[in-house]
């Protein structure tokens, strides 16, 4: 745990005026944190308790018994996985580290007082503690696909998710823990990103054997950071740059399907306990047909600039060389990537023996249709705009 802290460079901290009144209040408890604490005692969660206390029909207003802290609930992801755990009765702790405005949309997700917003600080263990101290469950969606100036790809990808599993080890009550991390995540990735969420799954496994992988491919939806941009982009200069020739294969997948397969890891008896699922949706894309089709839907015509891959590669580098040089934030890197550009050099689709969403019971949609109708919005002249693509001609041959 120390190295851990030495890693994400924790300070001694002070203990908050709370903490230390609460000290005051429990002078004889060595732990501030954790079920048996009397602040956080929970009848449905009692320390060590190997089953789950369920009541009702299943619904919202049932009691699921399942009392998860979701870190990265505020994220893409996080919204459906917090949507589908509080519409079973579940209780949802959010831990937030922005504004108050970050988790706004989830409190609805639930009856009142089901999701439970609790701000924390990811550099202080501390407060990591306190918003697992009443879960049994914690599912981690924290990531990132950029590394900013105060965050390293290894620091969030890796180190935070090595320190949750140490922290739930420590807690005793946690009776679940899963692990999302991505497709294509090895020790060999070109990426660094995938070698830090490789890294993660190993130190997570060898602390908790019993937690669960995700490892789920690009994932999209209404929210998504990969049609959406395209389909922005493609709308703001008439063009789509193509990182290499398109020729990547990838097998996106619906985010609803993720979160589906999260929570049905979380009710199965178990079986899911210390295995690794790949969730890739039911078809392979090429990047350039995946491009395709978000070119049909938002009835453009197709227009690609081909820019080989060190071109792209150029392109990214100065964000990449003047990140931790320059005293002030660089812009979020947007349709060229880095890391994701070196993701790209290779294909990333489910392995052949791989367990995947057959094994938890889940028939993952076709991306076609209503899992990506959201695009519309990006139609000119509104969604009823344009042609469908079997009409479609050529602008060279307009009038
Ligand atoms: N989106 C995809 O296509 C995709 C594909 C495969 C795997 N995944 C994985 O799935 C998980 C969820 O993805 P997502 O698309 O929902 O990601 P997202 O929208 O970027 O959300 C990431 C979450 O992680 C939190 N986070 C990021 N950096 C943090 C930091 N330094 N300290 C504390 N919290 C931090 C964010 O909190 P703030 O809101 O405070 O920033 C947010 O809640 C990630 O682990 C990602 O790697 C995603």
Same mark, same amino acid.
């Given at each position: 745990?120390?190295?851990?802290?030495?890693?994400?460079?924790?300070?001694?901290?002070?203990?908050?005026?709370?903490?230390?009144?609460?000290?005051?209040?429990?002078?004889?408890?060595?732990?501030?944190?954790?079920?048996?604490?009397?602040?956080?005692?929970?009848?449905?969660?009692?320390?060590?308790?190997?089953?789950?206390?369920?009541?009702?029909?299943?619904?919202?207003?049932?009691?699921?018994?399942?009392?998860?802290?979701?870190?990265?609930?505020?994220?893409?992801?996080?919204?459906?996985?917090?949507?589908?755990?509080?519409?079973?009765?579940?209780?949802?702790?959010?831990?937030?580290?922005?504004?108050?405005?970050?988790?706004?949309?989830?409190?609805?997700?639930?009856?009142?007082?089901?999701?439970?917003?609790?701000?924390? +600080?990811?550099?202080?263990?501390?407060?990591?503690?306190?918003?697992?101290?009443?879960? +049994?469950?914690?599912?981690?969606?924290?990531?990132?696909?950029?590394?900013?100036?105060?965050?390293?790809?290894?620091?969030?990808?890796?180190?935070?998710?090595?320190?949750?599993?140490?922290?739930?080890?420590?807690?005793?009550?946690?009776?679940?823990?899963?692990?999302?991390?991505?497709?294509?995540?090895?020790?060999?990735?070109?990426?660094?990103?995938?070698?830090?969420?490789?890294?993660?799954?190993?130190?997570?496994?060898?602390?908790?054997?019993?937690?669960?992988?995700?490892?789920?491919?690009?994932?999209?939806?209404?929210?998504?950071?990969?049609?959406?941009?395209?389909?922005?982009?493609?709308?703001?200069?008439?063009?789509?740059?193509?990182?290499?020739?398109?020729?990547?294969?990838?097998?996106?997948?619906?985010?609803?399907?993720?979160? #589906? #397969?999260?929570?049905?890891?979380?009710?199965?008896?178990?079986?899911?306990?210390?295995?690794?699922?790949?969730?890739?949706?039911?078809?392979?894309?090429?990047?350039?047909?995946?491009?395709?089709?978000?070119?049909?839907?938002?009835?453009?015509?197709?227009?690609?600039?081909?820019?080989?891959?060190?071109?792209?590669?150029?392109?990214?580098?100065?964000?990449?060389?003047?990140?931790?040089?320059?005293?002030?934030?660089?812009?979020?890197?947007?349709?060229?990537?880095?890391?994701?550009?070196?993701?790209?050099?290779?294909?990333?689709?489910?392995?052949? +023996?791989?367990?995947?969403?057959?094994?938890?019971?889940?028939?993952?949609?076709?991306?076609?249709?209503?899992?990506?109708?959201?695009?519309?919005?990006?139609?000119?002249?509104?969604?009823?705009?344009?042609?469908?693509?079997?009409?479609?001609?050529?602008?060279?041959?307009?009038?």
């Amino acid at each position: 745990m120390q190295a851990v802290s030495r890693r994400l460079g924790h300070q001694s901290l002070k203990l908050s005026p709370a903490i230390s009144s609460l000290k005051s209040i429990y002078p004889l408890s060595d732990h501030y944190y954790g079920a048996d604490h009397p602040r956080f005692g929970s009848t449905l969660a009692p320390k060590g308790v190997g089953h789950l206390v369920r009541k009702g029909t299943g619904g919202r207003s049932s009691v699921s018994g399942v009392i998860a802290t979701v870190f990265g609930a505020t994220g893409f992801l996080g919204r459906y996985v917090v949507q589908q755990l509080a519409k079973m009765g579940s209780q949802v702790l959010v831990p937030f580290r922005g504004s108050e405005d970050s988790h706004r949309h989830l409190k609805l997700m639930g009856d009142l007082g089901q999701i439970v917003p609790m701000q924390y +600080n990811p550099r202080d263990e501390d407060s990591i503690k306190a918003v697992m101290a009443k879960a +049994n469950v914690v599912v981690n969606l924290v990531g990132r696909e950029y590394e900013t100036r105060n965050y390293s790809f290894e620091e969030v990808n890796h180190h935070m998710a090595e320190q949750l599993a140490m922290i739930a080890k420590e807690h005793g009550g946690i009776m679940r823990f899963i692990q999302v991390s991505c497709l294509g995540a090895s020790p060999s990735s070109p990426s660094r990103m995938l070698r830090a969420k490789a890294a993660a799954e190993e130190a997570i496994l060898r602390e908790l054997p019993e937690a669960t992988i995700m490892k789920p491919a690009a994932i999209i939806g209404t929210e998504d950071r990969i049609l959406n941009r395209w389909a922005h982009f493609a709308r703001k200069y008439s063009f789509l740059p193509l990182i290499g020739n398109g020729s990547t294969k990838i097998q996106p997948v619906y985010v609803v399907d993720v979160a #589906a #397969a999260i929570v049905a890891a979380l009710k199965d008896d178990g079986t899911s306990m210390g295995k690794v699922f790949e969730l890739g949706g039911p078809e392979v894309f090429t990047v350039h047909e995946l491009a395709e089709l978000m070119y049909e839907t938002i009835r453009e015509w197709p227009r690609y600039v081909k820019v080989p891959l060190p071109i792209a590669k150029a392109v990214a580098m100065p964000r990449e060389i003047f990140l931790k040089k320059v005293p002030f934030p660089l812009p979020t890197p947007d349709m060229f990537n880095f890391d994701e550009i070196n993701a790209l050099t290779v294909d990333t689709v489910v392995s052949d +023996n791989a367990l995947t969403f057959s094994d938890l019971g889940i028939v993952p949609h076709k991306l076609k249709g209503y899992p990506i109708e959201y695009l519309i919005s990006y139609r000119k002249g509104g969604p009823q705009f344009g042609s469908t693509i079997s009409e479609r001609v050529s602008p060279e041959s307009w009038p």
